[in-house]
């Protein structure tokens, strides 16, 4: 089991960056695949970006790639999401997960542990 915990949200301008983290417990989170939601009111959770264990494979949704990237630090049991050029509508309440597998899923029902999520909100 893994208990993740977010961090780094907040308010900022449209066309500004976050970067978002999540820490991890335990000692076997690099053999975890990793990933970022986000979710806004009335709406399911929308995948954001995922990383394999062992940091090999990296997969973003189309719309994001390019503005956002994810990453991980196993040394500091810690993912991260870097948002750039952000924009209103990416204020949503943004969740890490994580699944004890190799391979990152775009699908929520993958991923067993989750954090209790950060706001992001995005200033237009």
């Known amino acids: 089991q893994v208990l993740l915990t977010e961090s780094g949200g907040g308010l900022v301008q449209a066309g500004g960056s976050l970067k978002l983290s999540c820490a991890a417990s335990?000692?076997?989170?690099?053999?975890?695949?990793m990933a970022w939601f986000r979710q806004t009111p009335g709406k399911g959770r929308e995948f954001v970006a995922g990383?394999?264990?062992?940091?090999?494979?990296?997969i973003y949704a189309p719309a994001l790639e390019g503005r956002f990237s994810i990453s991980r630090d196993s040394t500091k049991n810690t993912l991260y999401l870097q948002m750039n050029s952000l924009e209103p509508e990416d204020t949503a309440v943004y969740y890490c997960?994580?699944?004890?597998?190799?391979?990152?899923?775009?699908?929520?029902?993958?991923?067993?542990?989750w954090g209790q999520g950060t706001q992001v909100t995005v200033a237009s």
């Open positions: 997960a994580g699944r004890y597998r190799y391979a990152a899923e775009m699908e929520a029902a993958s991923y067993p542990y």
């Open positions: 335990g000692r076997t989170f690099s053999s975890y695949a």
């Open positions: 990383i394999s264990a062992g940091d090999v494979e990296r």
